[in-house]
């Protein structure tokens, strides 16, 4: 693989670590509306085959999403990092720490 292309890779790879320290809080799980007559949001997590509910409320609902979302930005990010980090190391074996 070319310099140029490393080179590159490496900066991808600057830029998702520093996107990764943005992310912010974060919560695996999902926003879910339960209700037969009224509809409430709860914020739903699935753990060790159980599935677990917490009542959130219009008030609490907005901030539950925002922290699901930054939970799969994560793994977005993540995925990518290692993609890059295979092609690195496959080139030429050598990943940076920083």
Do not use: H, Q, W
């Amino acid at each position: 693989m070319d310099k140029r292309k490393l080179d590159g890779m490496k900066k991808r790879l600057r830029m998702l670590r520093k996107e990764l320290a943005a992310v912010g809080p974060l919560m695996r799980g999902s926003v879910v509306k339960i209700g037969t007559r009224k509809k409430r949001f709860y914020f739903s997590l699935n753990k060790d085959k159980k599935t677990r509910l917490i009542y959130l409320g219009d008030k609490r609902e907005p901030l539950a999403r925002k922290c699901s979302e930054n939970y799969r930005r994560l793994l977005d990010i993540v995925e990518e990092m290692t993609l890059i980090n295979m092609e690195l190391l496959k080139s030429d074996g050598e990943l940076e720490d920083n």
